[in-house]
Structures are given as structure tokens and as C-alpha cells.
């Protein structure tokens, strides 16, 4: 019986705000997988166990949900002015996909301490105690991020006692600055802060449709027979929401002009991203806690 050859790449396995990804140097990646391709991908979705019929990711890295579900590559910036490179992978579950299309802000603030623990440049002007400034540079998007990265005894201080919603323990804090997040294009793309949006099944959606970073659609909950207080259990075990969802997240991306056809939206499932907003109440968090 035959069998191929196993690689070894090195790796780190990190949490970033409430996600967690696989982080390579793009350098210690086997040659072929240097560059972007369907020999990249198919690289990664080994790596994190997709797709996987069972949506369990049990061979693999993926821990079977979008926000563990994540590879990053970095390297030395190729930017004047910037420090480290980072290109961001969002891998399907279901599917043999890697979605390239945008960023992930939580892993954003784990890429600075991987950046200097890997001295992917020179940290000699890092101050040994105190706060490391790290000028990231966000491939899929171009644009540039500065993260605020605590040191200690001239390395990361990973532990601390800042708590983040939706993570179990403290850890230092890492604080981001994303800088023009708009760049050359327009903050709301359509050119109007509220739109009508017409979805087949739906009464007319009035609609936010943003692209600050994260292109994102954002509509008024009560539209959607929606309390604002849904919890991601209650999201995720809705086939017909998520359905509805799909549906806008489709029309909403051809008005945004991400896509020209809504047969497209499933090539790009990272984006655009679908929120909800209701007036503030009292709910309970996934965690138990009364907010």
C-alpha cells in the first residue's frame, strides 16, 4: 500500500481576540505553497481538517466553527513604513474553500506578538518593558493596522488580567489602531448611509451597507423578526434564518459592488458580514452573565 511522503512545517496555533487560527511564517511553508494558488489551499485545508463531511474538523486544526476555522501567513513587510506582512485565510468547514477575500480582526491582535517572538523584523528598538508599537500591513485588504503589543522582560507579556467578552481567562491587552479603514473608496459604497434594499421574500430592508475594513451590512432587527438578544445558538440552529440570511448577504454584496451576480456570493463567504441592531436592553450573554 502506498502512502505520500509527510512534511513538516512549523507552525504556531494562537487565539486572537475571540478567534483562534494556525499561524505560518510565509517562509517556512513548503516552496510550492509560497505563492497563491489551488496548491496553497489545498495546503491549508489539510492543515485544518476541511472539508469535512461530519463539520467535526477531528483531523485537522479547525476547531469546527468560522472563528476556529482560520489559517494566517506572515512575513517581513514588502511595505515601506511597516514591519510585517499579513495575509489572512478563512477556511470552510463543508467545503474545500479558503475565502481570501478579507480580514479577521481578532487574529489581527495576535499577529504583532507572533511578528516579534519570530523576529520577522528588527525588535532591537523595542523597548524592553512597556509597549511595543507594530505596524502591520493587511494583504487582503491594503491597509495598514498598529498594534499596541505589551512587553515584558524584552518578550511578549502574553498574561495579564484583561478580560474580553466571549474568552474564558485574562490576558494582556492588545489594543489596534486601523488606520483609513475606507482608503481611496467610500466608507458607505452606494453613496447614501441608508439604503432599500429588495430581497426577494423580504419586505423592503432599510439598510446600512458599510465598508469600513470588514464590508458589512447592517439592518434594523425588528425588520427581520429579530430581538437584537439572539444568541449564536439561536442563529445557528435556524436553517431558515440562516437561509434569509444567505438570501441578503447576496444582494447586499451586488449593491456594495463586491460581486456583480448574487450567484457569486458563494465564492465569498467571508464577506460581506450581516448584523442586526436593536435599541439597548437588558439580555442575558452566552456566558450566563446579565449585561
Known amino acids: 500500500m502506498s502512502a505520500r511522503t509527510q512534511i513538516k512545517i512549523p507552525a504556531t496555533y494562537m487565539r486572537g481576540g475571540t478567534s483562534k487560527g494556525v ?19 489545498a495546503l491549508l485545508l489539510r492543515v485544518i481538517g476541511s472539508p469535512d463531511p461530519y463539520a467535526k474538523q477531528t483531523d485537522g ?4 466553527t468560522s472563528s476556529t476555522s482560520k489559517t494566517v501567513i506572515l512575513s517581513a513587510s514588502t511595505q515601506p513604513e511597516h514591519d510585517v506582512d499579513y495575509l489572512f485565510g478563512q477556511v470552510a468547514i463543508d467545503r474545500p474553500f479558503v475565502d481570501w477575500s478579507g480580514n479577521c480582526g481578532n487574529l489581527t491582535a495576535a499577529v504583532g506578538a507572533f511578528a516579534i517572538t519570530n523576529k520577522l523584523f528588527d525588535t532591537s528598538a523595542l523597548p524592553t518593558d512597556g509597549i511595543a508599537t507594530v505596524r502591520i500591513w493587511q ?17 511578549v507579556q502574553e498574561t495579564g488580567d484583561f478580560w474580553l467578552d466571549g474568552v474564558t481567562f485574562p490576558a494582556g491587552e492588545v489594543q489596534l489602531e486601523f488606520l483609513d479603514p475606507a482608503g481611496d473608496g467610500a466608507i458607505f459604497p452606494t453613496g447614501n448611509v441608508v439604503d432599500d434594499l429588495e430581497v426577494p421574500g423580504e419586505k423592503l430592508l432599510k ?19 429579530l430581538t437584537g438578544m439572539e444568541l449564536q445558538s439561536d442563529v445557528n440552529s435556524n436553517t431558515e434564518l440562516l437561509e434569509r440570511l444567505e438570501t441578503i448577504r447576496a444582494h447586499g454584496a451586488v449593491r456594495m459592488g463586491l460581486i456583480e451576480d448574487i450567484s457569486e456570493a458563494e465564492s ?3 464577506t460581506p458580514k450581516v448584523a442586526w441592531v436593536a435599541p439597548a436592553q437588558t439580555y442575558t450573554a452566552s456566558s450566563g452573565a446579565a449585561v
Open 268 to 270: 465569498r463567504q467571508h
Open 23 to 41: 499561524f505560518f511564517k510565509l517562509d517556512d511553508l513548503p516552496e510550492f505553497a509560497q505563492q497563491a494558488g489551488p496548491e496553497r489551499d
Open 61 to 64: 486544526m479547525g476547531g469546527a
Open 139 to 155: 494583504v487582503n485588504i491594503g491597509k495598514s493596522i498598529i498594534a499596541r503589543i505589551p512587553m515584558s522582560g524584552g518578550a
Open 207 to 225: 439598510a446600512s451597507l458599510v465598508n469600513a475594513g470588514i464590508p458589512t451590512i447592517f439592518l434594523n432587527a425588528a425588520d427581520l423578526a
